[in-house]
């Protein structure tokens, strides 16, 4: 029987518009002229009997029908287009994990361990993509999420199973020439230090002073950074004192770019745990890789 399939021609040409709600920018996207974008589109909308985007003074806009259907076929065709690029490559699909993944854990924690992951298991293949909010996985091609968060946010992502990596210990930081005399300050004089604020914990400083028993009026003040590796980036240049988790920083650390500023830690009720879906199968792969991460993790607590 003939599929309801449209060409991915057409597919392709109206993603691209619909994500820049643009037929100019798709073309300069997909290397087509704008004519030949419209054309696809055109001949898309013939073929579904719907209008996808309506006329504006400045260009076009999606239709309602058209930002659902956009939705609808952004992960299709990204799932395809990895199916063709492991094909392409000659991997076998049971060998490879796609994760979900928050950035600067990532990058800083997962990937410098990756190497001992492929020593140790050579056939498997990690792919990684952001992503920083809980999500369905039934709407997802990802097979696991490396996630930080709280338990009671894991208990409420529903249809999953987490299992606990790191418990997070929020550590104030600086460049070494911000403390006096080379020493470590107290909780009340880093009260009057500049205070390198995380957008993504607004909260964090005022609980870090609560729990040192310090009045802290500007516990709020300070620049705010949306990435933990921003806030250490602004560290490392003396901008200001960073709260930062230490699994996080432990290069800088090491290296003498930052130091730690004060003796008080936080014990944050955040930590970073693998997300599965719950009735996923038990793959090689998965097995493997949770089996390496809880290794790792272990081995990190061991030495904190």
Known sequence: MRRKIPSLQALACFDAAARHESYTRAAQELALTQSAVSRQITGLEN?????????????????????????QIAPRLQALERDTLEAMSGQSGGQTLLLAAVPTFASRWLIPRLPQLARAHPELVI??????????????????????????QLRNWAGTRSHLLLPEQLVPVCAPALLPQG????????????????????????????????????????????????????AVHGMGVA??????????????????????????????????????????????????????????SAQA
Not at 60 to 65: H, K, M, Q
């Open 47 to 71: 073929y579904l009997g719907q209008a996808l985007f309506r006329r504006t003074r400045h260009g076009v806009a999606l239709t309602e029908r058209g930002t659902a259907y956009a939705r």
């Open 127 to 152: 792919h990684i993509e952001v992503r920083t909010r809980p999500f369905l996985f039934a709407d997802s091609e990802f097979d696991a999420a490396l996630y930080a968060g709280t338990a009671q």
């Open 183 to 234: 020493r470590m300050c107290t909780p009340q004089e880093l009260a009057e230090r500049p205070l390198l604020q995380q957008s993504t914990r607004p909260q964090a400083w005022r609980q870090w002073f609560q729990t040192a028993s310090t009045a802290a009026p500007l516990a709020l003040a300070g620049p705010r950074y949306e990435l933990f590796s921003m806030t250490v980036a602004a």
């Open 243 to 300: 709260l930062v988790p230490r699994l996080l920083i432990a290069n800088e650390l090491t290296a003498g770019l930052l130091v730690q500023a004060c003796p008080h830690v936080l014990a944050a009720e955040r930590g970073y745990y693998l997300v599965t879906p719950e009735h996923a199968a038990d793959t090689p792969a998965l097995t493997h890789f949770l089996g390496w991460l809880l290794a790792q993790a272990a081995a990190d």
